[in-house]
Nanobody
Framework: QVQLVESGGGLVQLGGSLRLACAASGFTFSRYSMKWYRQAPGKEREWVATIANIGNSYYSDTVKGRFTISRDNAKNMVYLQMNSLKPEDTAVYLC????????????WGQGTQVTVSS
């Protein structure tokens, strides 16, 4: 059974840092790209970052230079280091991966809340 479990969220002040983690199980983690998304109240879910199975990383323009995605294939973990946090980073952060076979199902964790106070 596929499971994605996020942790590490919390309340942080403007300019602070947090490190989110996503523990994966139930699939061959090292084969898949992993993604972080976020969803703020009243807003659509927004892509944040992707790390490919071979380690290439990609970021949305809103977080580039402040956030770093990484993975540990030995531990089936993906991380999101978030620095220089802003109030507009406040959201529920979720990790995701997609099956590489039809019907290419999306798998999501339950999310972890990040709140940045000014």
């Amino acid at each position: 059974q596929v499971q994605l479990v996020e942790s590490g969220g919390g309340l942080v002040q403007l300019g602070g840092s947090l490190r989110l983690a996503c523990a994966a199980s139930g699939f061959t983690f090292s084969r898949y790209s992993m993604k972080w998304y976020r969803q703020a109240p009243g807003k659509e879910r927004e892509w944040v970052a992707t790390i490919a199975n071979i380690g290439n990383s990609y970021y949305s323009d809103t977080v580039k230079g402040r956030f770093t995605i990484s993975r540990d294939n030995a531990k089936n973990m993906v991380y999101l280091q978030m620095n220089s946090l802003k109030p507009e980073d406040t959201a529920v952060y979720l990790c995701r991966y997609d099956d590489d076979y039809y019907p290419y199902r999306e798998h999501w964790g339950q999310g972890t809340q990040v709140t940045v106070s000014s």
